[in-house]
C-alpha cells in the first residue's frame, strides 16, 4: 500500500509559478511510474505528466509541455511538479498518483487527494 500526499498548491497570477510535491508513504516510489493529473470543475481528470520509475524518461499534455517539469527524488520518496508560466486555463486540482504509467488514469493504482490550484488573469 502506498500513500501519497500532495502540497505545494495555492493562489497564483498568471505567469507566475508553483511547484507542487507529492510526498508517498508506506512504500517505496521505486517501482512504480509516478504521474500528474488534474481535474476542473465539471471536466474529466485529464493527463499532465508522468516520469518513469528511474526518473529518466518523462511525458507531457501538450498543453503542458515547454511549461511544466516533473522529476522525482527516489531517496525522499517524494516526486514534483514545478509548473511555469501558469496560465488561467491550469487552474485545477492536481493529483499525483502512482502505477504501473501511461496517460490513463486506469494505468494508476494509488492517488493522492489532490491539490487546489488557482491561476489568476
Known amino acids: 500500500q502506498v500513500q501519497l500526499v500532495e502540497s505545494g498548491g495555492g493562489l497564483v497570477q498568471a505567469g507566475g509559478s508553483l511547484r507542487l510535491s507529492c510526498a508517498a508513504s508506506?512504500?517505496?516510489?521505486?517501482?512504480?511510474?509516478m504521474a500528474w493529473f488534474r481535474q476542473a470543475p465539471g471536466e474529466e481528470r485529464e493527463f499532465v505528466a508522468t516520469a518513469s520509475w528511474s526518473g529518466g524518461t518523462s511525458y507531457y499534455a501538450d498543453s503542458v509541455k515547454g511549461r511544466f517539469t516533473i522529476s522525482r527524488d527516489n531517496a525522499k520518496n517524494t516526486v514534483y511538479l514545478q509548473m511555469d508560466s501558469l496560465k488561467p486555463e491550469d487552474t485545477a486540482v492536481y493529483y499525483c498518483a502512482a502505477g504501473l504509467g501511461g496517460r490513463l488514469p486506469a494505468g494508476y493504482l494509488y492517488w493522492g487527494q489532490g491539490t487546489q490550484v488557482t491561476v489568476s488573469s
Open positions: 508506506g512504500r517505496t516510489l521505486r517501482n512504480y511510474n
